[in-house]
């Protein structure tokens, strides 16, 4: 069965600190690979997604995510955190366009 | 892209009852999902809903308990039967294509509380 396992349950960070989140996945076959965000009261935006060619990925606000296939890895990472990036993050695999699964989620809380 | 709205936004109900969860998208999507996502933890898959036919659970989800319907590509709902506390969660409500290369995309969800 597919997996996903995020690493840090809770980051705390000031800002201007370099962030990385750590994201691992079960899956044989060809994945699509997402990170979603959730800002405190709103809904799941999607951060960016990787299916295929270049496997370093940037998505929006300065995220970026690196695919390594050998160790099916799909790591976030932004060089400098802002306070309005305090949030929860998903990572998250899906074969095809079908179900997507989701990891724990990673709590991040940015200091000013 | 597609907007999925989901009603109620929110609510309380008493143990014992029911509760039936809309999903509207914007557009005519493939694939339609409802997930869960319990206090402090993750969304976990419920099911996929099919149109015109029995929805596909997920395991340890039941269609006695999760009944969803979906008539038609751009509308689904999930009813919570004979809920109790445990079954205080948001609801989410999602959306894609089958084309490899599409995200799901979500509802802002239906926070429930049993009481």
């Known amino acids: 069965a597919q997996s996903v396992s995020q690493h840090n349950h809770h980051v705390i960070l000031s800002e201007a600190a370099s962030l990385e989140l750590g994201c691992n996945y079960s899956?044989?076959?060809?994945?699509?690979l997402f990170w979603y965000v959730q800002y405190p009261g709103q809904h799941l935006q999607l951060l960016l997604k990787?299916?295929?060619?270049?496997?370093l990925v940037k998505g929006i606000k300065g995220f970026e995510a690196e695919f390594i296939k050998s160790k099916f890895s799909f790591n976030l990472r932004k060089p400098s955190v802002q306070w309005s990036d305090t949030a929860e993050y998903f990572c998250a695999v899906g074969p095809g366009g079908f179900k997507t699964i989701f990891g724990a989620g990673t709590r991040l809380f940015v200091k000013a | 892209s597609a907007v999925i709205s989901q009603k109620p936004s929110r609510d309380i109900c008493q143990r014992g009852t029911s509760l039936t969860i809309q999903c509207q998208v914007d557009s005519q999507v493939t694939m339609m999902f409802w997930y869960r996502q319990q206090p402090g933890q993750s969304l976990t898959l419920i099911a996929t809903?099919?149109?015109?036919?029995?929805?596909?659970?997920e395991s340890g989800f039941v269609i006695d308990k999760f009944p969803i319907s979906r008539p038609n590509l751009t509308f689904s709902t999930l009813t919570v039967s004979n809920m109790s506390p445990e079954d205080s969660s948001i609801y989410l409500c999602s959306a894609s294509s089958d084309s490899r290369g599409t995200e799901a995309f979500f509802g802002q969800g239906t926070r429930l509380t049993v009481v």
């Open positions: 990787y299916f295929s060619g270049d496997p």
């Open positions: 899956y044989g076959g060809t994945v699509n």
């Open positions: 809903a099919n149109q015109g036919s029995e929805a596909t659970y």
